[in-house]
């Protein structure tokens, strides 16, 4: 069994950066590659960054490419969602995700999620 523990969310102004932490309760961490997803009200969940197992692979989503950095510690268990030039469209919970599977945007193939962590950004 896998826990995954989201912190770092907040209320902050436009332009202004924020990173969140997913802290894992597993011993082999490093097996797993690892997600961000988010939700906004009245929407989808929708795919953010994910990395790869040694931190060596990187994909993004679309709208957050350029501006949203995912990295990881696997001595420290915990993957980093560093978010940078927020607007107020990405006001949402964000969630961590952890995969046995290949690195993937879909979250029909991870197997274990967080709580999620509240992000709002005022404009």
């Known amino acids: 069994q896998v826990q995954l523990v989201e912190s770092g969310g907040g209320l902050l102004q436009a332009g202004g950066s924020l990173r969140l932490s997913c802290a894992a309760s597993?011993?082999?961490?490093?097996?797993?590659?690892m997600g961000w997803f988010r939700q906004a009200p009245g929407k989808e969940r929708e795919f953010v960054a994910a990395?790869?197992?040694?931190?060596?692979?990187?994909i993004y989503g679309d709208s957050v490419k350029g501006r949203f950095t995912i990295s990881r510690d696997n001595a420290k268990k915990t993957v980093y969602l560093q978010m940078n030039s927020l607007k107020p469209e990405d006001t949402a919970v964000f969630y961590c995700?952890?995969?046995?599977?290949?690195?993937?945007?879909?979250?029909?193939?991870?197997?274990?999620w967080g709580q999620g962590t509240q992000v709002t950004v005022s404009s």
């Open positions: 990395i790869n197992w040694s931190g060596g692979s990187t």
């Open positions: 995700a952890a995969s046995f599977r290949g690195l993937t945007t879909n979250p029909g193939y991870y197997d274990y």
């Open positions: 597993v011993r082999t961490f490093s097996s797993y590659n």
